[in-house]
T-cell receptor, first 117, second 112 residues
Framework: DAGVIQSPRHEVTEMGQEVTLRCKPI?????LFWYRQTMMRGLELLIY????????DSGMPEDRFSAKMPNASFSTLKIQPSEPRDSAVYFC???????????????FGPGTRLLVL | RKEVEQDPGPFNVPEGATVAFNCTYS??????FFWYRQDCRKEPKLLMS???SGNEDGRFTAQLNRASQYISLLIRDSKLSDSATYLC?????????????FGTGTLLAVQP
């Protein structure tokens, strides 16, 4: 299996531009997670999906952020308009289940390093 | 107070040393606990789950102290390749909205 795939791996953009991050989860995983990691705040869960349906988006910082999962093999995280404080590493992860005994199967993608100038 | 807290370090230790990290959590209802390893500019990867009775995997030992609400990771005979950031994670139960809450990580640097 190729693991969780994310693109782009790096993104540099100017403030005010739209940014779209993409993720392909591991085939057969029903849960998909978007995380953001910064030095100050660590790894934060933004939103997660179960069977393509958003379950908890309480971590989404504000209306500039939106996420979609149109099918089981693809998800996007969009920031519009982007701001310098959005600069971070964005990870996508997927797992088979959210039950405790299966939590060890949450796999992370390589991340997208976003820099907003 | 953060829900999951770790000493950010860095912990600078010589090769062969034993080093231990603690991670405290505030939600007493938490049931599942994990240690992840994150190499520089890489994604987090599960190192080990933490079970109530404590568990060991080679040079690594994880323990849970529910009374004091912390988990620990002990690394014996540390290697240069152990240098990384170690993240603890706690599963917060919310019925249909279980979440994995991460600490900010502890940086370990093993020196030759």
């Amino acid at each position: 299996d190729a693991g969780v795939i994310q693109s782009p791996r790096h993104e540099v953009t100017e403030m005010g531009q739209e940014v779209t991050l993409r993720c392909k989860p591991i085939s057969g995983h029903d849960y998909l997670f978007w995380y953001r990691q910064t030095m100050m705040r660590g790894l934060e869960l933004l939103i997660y999906f179960n069977n393509n349906v958003p379950i908890d988006d309480s971590g989404m910082p504000e209306d500039r952020f939106s996420a979609k999962m149109p099918n089981a093999s693809f998800s996007t995280l969009k920031i519009q308009p982007s701001e310098p404080r959005d600069s971070a590493v964005y990870f996508c992860a997927s797992s088979f289940s959210l039950l405790a005994e299966y939590q060890e199967t949450q796999y992370f993608g390589p991340g997208t390093r976003l820099l907003v100038l | 107070r953060k829900e999951v807290e770790q000493d950010p370090g860095p912990f600078n230790v010589p090769e062969g040393a034993t080093v231990a990290f603690n991670c405290t959590y505030s939600n007493s209802a938490s049931q599942s606990f994990f240690w992840y390893r994150q190499d520089c500019r890489k994604e987090p990867k599960l190192l080990m789950s933490v079970y109530s009775s404590g568990n060991e995997d080679g040079r690594f030992t994880a323990q849970l102290n529910r009374a004091s609400q912390y988990i620990s990771l002990l690394i014996r005979d540390s290697k240069l390749s152990d240098s990384a950031t170690y993240l603890c994670a706690v599963l917060r139960y919310g019925g249909a909205t279980n979440k994995l809450i991460f600490g900010t990580g502890t940086l370990l640097a093993v020196q030759p």
